[in-house]
């Protein structure tokens, strides 16, 4: 059941917020019915002085992962000698931070910047969908780079055996289609949901934790999906991670030269420095939320910086530390400036 009255600023979602309440006492009487309002109000920042401040880092940070995540999926698309196992999984990468970033930081710099802080129902939920689903790939990617190096280190002989473009793609295949069916029935779930409580949400989007504490009826089954999403990409992955790397620091005490050792440990510092980057936002705020109750402002700087660093620090991590990107980009570069320099130095 939605409502028809359109909110527009935050003193009228108040009473929209009791309207919803005086409804629910209704609905509650004739059979528990399912209350849905027709808008969510996204909290954001609130009470902090400057804040527009930060909504333009975020506008910064969204420009930075577009460009740099653009441009590895163009080098990797157009560049033969990249078709490789191990870049498919950075082409992935890619594209999930792509789409991660686009799924989140567009709409909250049109509500913020707009101060329209409302969302409708159907729209929260697609909001909720594609963040969730974009960074369950990120973690799951993060996961087959994680194999692709142990496979490289511990199985060099039969690496190529193993691990091959038509393998890669089988896998990521079956991810997208696992992680697309998991996320859409944690999203289509939500429906069940009555929300008579409030339609505040106090995060930067429509966060799936904030909604589920809305719901006046039994979540037990939304809370059992979340829970079990977070175990499969969040905890299990960062598991598995450290188990290959203590796999592949074995692998590398049996190697008797220290140069041979830091050259098969070289091929790792990207893979390492994405897992820091996704992993230990998530970390660190987990063990933040143990010592203390954050506020819901420190709970939205810290979530939005959790989501939006690891898109923008990937490609520049891969630009960086990957010598055949770094290579492809300095021809592109020379084959650009020649022209240039060759007409200058004609018109001296």
Not at 149 to 166: D, E, G, K, S
Not at 264 to 285: D, E, G, M, Q, R
Request: net charge positive; aromatic share 14%; with cysteine.
């Amino acid at each position: 059941m939605g409502l028809s009255q359109r909110p527009g600023s935050k003193r009228n979602g108040f009473f929209f917020q009791l309207d919803i309440n005086s409804e629910c006492d209704v609905t509650y009487s004739q059979n528990m019915s399912i209350v849905h309002p027709e808008y969510f109000f996204i909290t954001g920042l609130e009470g902090i002085p400057y804040r527009s401040y930060y909504y333009i880092f975020l506008c910064v940070n969204y420009f930075i992962a577009v460009i740099g995540n653009s441009a590895v999926l163009l080098i990797i698309a157009l560049e033969r000698s990249l078709h490789s196992p191990k870049y498919i999984s950075v082409f992935n990468l890619a594209l999930a931070d792509l789409g991660e970033t686009n799924a989140w930081i567009p709409n909250t710099m049109k509500i913020f910047f707009s101060d329209s802080q409302y969302m409708t129902y159907n729209a929260c939920l697609v909001n909720m969908f594609f963040v969730n689903l974009f960074v369950t790939l990120q973690s799951a990617t993060l996961v087959v780079l994680a194999f692709d190096r142990y496979i490289a280190i511990c199985l060099p002989l039969r690496y190529h055996a193993i691990v091959n473009n038509t393998f890669m793609s089988l896998v990521f295949v079956i991810i997208w289609a696992f992680n697309t069916s998991l996320v859409a029935l944690a999203a289509s779930l939500m429906t069940r949901l009555s929300f008579c409580k409030s339609n505040v949400v106090e995060s930067y989007y429509c966060d799936n934790g904030a909604l589920l504490v809305m719901a006046c009826n039994d979540n037990s089954i939304n809370m059992f999906l979340t829970n079990l999403i977070v175990f499969l990409f969040l905890v299990s992955p960062l598991f598995i991670i450290v188990l290959s790397y203590m796999g592949i620091v074995f692998a590398l005490s049996k190697i008797t030269t220290w140069e041979a050792r830091l050259k098969a440990l070289k091929t790792c510092v990207s893979h390492l420095l994405l897992v820091v980057s996704f992993f230990l936002p998530v970390i660190c705020i987990f063990f933040a939320s143990l010592i203390t109750t954050p506020t819901p402002n420190a709970r939205v700087i810290s979530g939005s910086l959790s989501l939006s660093l690891p898109p923008m620090l990937n490609p520049i991590i891969y630009v960086l530390n990957t010598a055949e990107i770094r290579v492809l980009i300095q021809k592109l570069l020379k084959n650009r400036i020649s022209p240039i320099r060759n007409y200058f130095s004609k018109r001296r």
